[in-house]
């Protein structure tokens, strides 16, 4: 009877299903075309390269579809002019520009100093900058772990860090939209806070807008790979829903072992490895996008292997 119905009205559960499908299909296409592209991102270490290499810069970038710079702050060797120059070519090139400081010293709450003067550079920057030569965030590289005071008394030092990381942001937050990051290794999820359980990571994820994880390794899948080893965080920063996350590789030549770079492997093999980074995790909310370090080294990598050719 309930199929006559149906039949009389016109009306079959086939069609509710496929009214279901098409809703459920033009929500996903909806989400799929708000999420942003994701990151491709770089360091540039040596500032003084924007001043004599800027349309190289900036060509390398359109070449490899990075839109992120992470541009070091020296402020005593390149002038407000230089980088305000390189920030607008790379705006033109839809590549965004953040400020790039840090020293494992930065841990310490004796080096606090260093961390408000970056601050205040860059917001003093900005503020006699045009809208495309500005600067869209701080993004710090502090390392503590390599300080001989984490292996004497790492508790002291990592409480000393995440205050120094509270002082960072609430600065950089204050009358400012500038976003702020960190680069973390990706074991920082072994590591809980002083006098807790909690993850350092996910003390971390809370409170910065993205972090880079160092996942240096050159084979993304298998045991000790970029997923096998960044796949925690990213699953924690899911639940969380805080903070996003970029997965950082390295192309710079490498004494800590045959597995942690591609410097050897090149560049073709470095984007293969990350596109299959990208189809592992691409779908996770949290996870941001990749980055490589360093701009010289994936430079010099890419015309070593033009030349070759």
Not at 87 to 100: D, K, N, T, W
Not at 200 to 225: C, F, K, V
Not at 257 to 282: K, W
Request: aromatic content about 8%; glycine content about 6%; charged content about 25%.
């Amino acid at each position: 009877m309930l199929t006559l119905r149906w039949a009389r009205s016109g009306f079959h559960p086939i069609w509710g299903w496929l009214a279901g499908a098409v809703c459920v299909t033009i929500v996903v296409l909806l989400l799929l075309g708000n999420r942003p592209s994701p990151v491709r991102a770089t360091w540039i270490w040596d500032a003084r390269l924007i001043s004599s290499q800027a349309e190289e810069i900036v060509s390398f970038a359109r070449q490899n579809d990075i839109n992120l710079i992470y541009l070091h702050i020296e402020p005593t060797r390149v002038s407000p002019q230089q980088y305000r120059s390189f920030i607008q070519a790379a705006s033109r090139a839809s590549v965004r520009v953040e400020a790039l400081g840090g020293d494992p010293g930065w841990a310490l709450a004796a080096n606090r100093e260093s961390i408000g003067e970056l601050v205040a550079w860059v917001k003093a920057y900005n503020r006699t900058a045009g809208a495309d030569e500005r600067f869209s965030g701080i993004h710090v590289d502090i390392e503590p772990y390599l300080l001989q005071e984490w292996k004497e008394n790492q508790k002291d030092v990592a409480s000393e860090w995440m205050r120094n990381i509270v002082y960072l942001v609430a600065e950089t937050k204050k009358d400012s939209a500038l976003s702020v990051s960190a680069d973390l290794p990706f074991w920082i999820d072994s590591v809980t806070v002083p006098d807790g359980s909690e993850k350092l990571s996910n003390w971390m994820l809370e409170r910065l807008d993205s972090i880079t994880l160092m996942a240096y390794r050159n084979h993304a899948q298998g045991p000790n790979g970029i997923v096998d080893i960044v796949q925690k965080i990213v699953a924690d920063a899911d639940t969380l829903g805080k903070g996003s996350v970029v997965v950082g590789v390295n192309i710079l030549e490498s004494q800590e072992g045959e597995n942690v770079s591609f410097h050897q492997m090149g560049t073709q093999e470095m984007e293969s490895e990350l596109a299959i980074l990208q189809e592992e995790l691409g779908d996770r909310p949290s996870f941001a996008g990749s980055a490589v370090h360093d701009y010289e080294s994936w430079f010099h990598a890419s015309r070593r292997e033009e030349q070759r050719r």
